[in-house]
């Protein structure tokens, strides 16, 4: 394995170890964490068969790393956005938006080298407004298993909700998710491309 890939899983169990030693939550630490734990299983076994753009795993541990801040401290806890809320008066803490944000941004990267790579659609024009459906799809799966696990676990979802008391908190967060989505579309398609094409020459 290259070193590249040995750094990155370097830090990724350097902030699983941190993010779990100390968490504010057993249960909720386990429901987090454990879908960074199950991602990169994947990407383990794929491997061989598949490998990402280097950038795409370099933004695949930026997104594992958000939800591992999430994981330790809670979505509603994270003490710098803590501070953010007091200094710009803001009803909320609004960390769990940036993860949102994140679901979109990052599955956008992996989406489309997918389509890309293996050759999914034909017509390359269409492939962004497929992308932003993928994330979307996904976004709104993930707010299905907020409610299925609110329905199990009662009172005890709050924090795994991290709703804050926000009524249309499930609506912005598909909307946050969204925008991640068309960002890296707009941001960073052509860097992508530019990767794509050095890997498959």
């Known amino acids: 394995m290259e070193k590249k ?3 990155f899983l370097a830090i ?3 902030v699983a170890i941190w993010s779990g030693i100390g968490a504010y939550e057993t249960g909720l630490w386990f429901l987090e964490a454990g879908m960074c734990l199950v991602g990169v299983a994947i990407l383990a076994l794929t491997f061989k068969r598949f490998k990402f753009t280097d950038m795409t795993y370099f933004f695949i541990l930026v997104h594992l790393i958000i ?13 710098l956005f803590d501070w953010i ?3 710009f008066d803001q009803s909320r803490n609004n960390y769990d938006k940036v993860g949102h944000f994140a679901q979109g941004f990052i599955p956008a990267m992996i989406a489309r ?9 034909k ?15 996904i976004s709104a799966f993930y707010e299905l298993i907020e409610w299925w696990v609110a329905v199990l676990s009662g009172d ?17 967060d598909m909307l946050c998710a969204t925008i991640g989505a068309i960002c890296m579309l707009i941001l960073f398609s052509k ?3 530019k990767q794509i094409k050095k890997m498959t020459e």
Request: net charge negative; proline share 3%.
């Open 156 to 172: 005890g979802a709050d924090d795994f909700l991290g709703m804050q008391g926000y009524e249309w908190d499930t609506q912005s």
């Open 5 to 7: 890939y040995i750094v």
């Open 85 to 87: 809320k007091e200094v």
């Open 123 to 137: 017509k390359k024009s269409w492939i962004p407004f497929f992308v932003v459906c993928i994330c979307m799809a």
């Open 67 to 79: 939800l591992f801040i999430g994981a330790h401290y809670s979505y509603a806890r994270v003490p």
């Open 113 to 121: 080298e997918l389509i890309i790579r293996l050759d999914v659609v």
């Open 12 to 14: 990724f169990f350097a």
């Open 191 to 193: 860097l992508q491309d």
